[in-house]
């Protein structure tokens, strides 16, 4: 059975995104949210590449306090969630 798999990235992003990377390589559905802003580095730009090379939707929430419903709502559908 396919899981869907949320990862959030919250706290440290970079990390995150290597996660769900690394997640990606299963069969299951893995899907990104990023609570607040992404910084323009080099190491956030090579796990995006890898993300989009594996159709990984990443999302992101810029303010997070407006967007409590949408995260919730991610949340809520995952059968896991891996909050970063």
Do not use: W
Request: charged share 25%; glycine share 4%; hydrophobic share 50%.
């Amino acid at each position: 059975m396919t899981k869907q798999i949320l990862v959030v990235a919250r706290n440290n992003k970079v990390e995150a995104l290597r996660v769900a990377v690394g997640l990606a390589l299963l069969s299951d559905i893995v899907r990104v949210v990023v609570v607040g802003e992404l910084e323009d580095t080099p190491a956030i730009a090579e796990q995006r590449e890898v993300l989009d090379f594996a159709d990984v939707p990443c999302e992101q929430l810029p303010d997070a306090a407006q967007q409590c419903g949408r995260l919730a709502q991610e949340m809520a559908a995952a059968n896991v969630v891996y909050v970063i």
